[in-house]
């Protein structure tokens, strides 16, 4: 099976980790060491920055 491309760079995600507090784990364990809860901050925030910059463009 083949893997998919990412969707949000490496670069992204550890910046939203730094945002969100918890790229100390992520650079300690790994993305595997962070909590589920972590992972859905993640991604909402991503899609938040992600909707921001799509009304920017917009306006």
């Given at each position: 099976m083949a893997r998919r491309?990412?969707?949000?760079?490496?670069?992204?995600?550890?910046?939203?980790?730094?945002?969100?507090?918890?790229?100390?784990?992520?650079?300690?364990?790994?993305w595997g060491g962070i909590t589920t809860r972590n992972a859905g901050n993640l991604v909402r925030a991503?899609?938040?920055?992600?909707?921001r910059s799509?009304?920017?463009l917009q306006a």
């Open positions: 491309k990412p969707v949000m760079s490496e670069q992204l995600k550890y910046e939203l980790a730094r945002e969100l507090g918890f790229a100390d784990v992520v650079e300690r364990e790994g991503a899609i938040e920055r992600a909707e799509v009304a920017t």
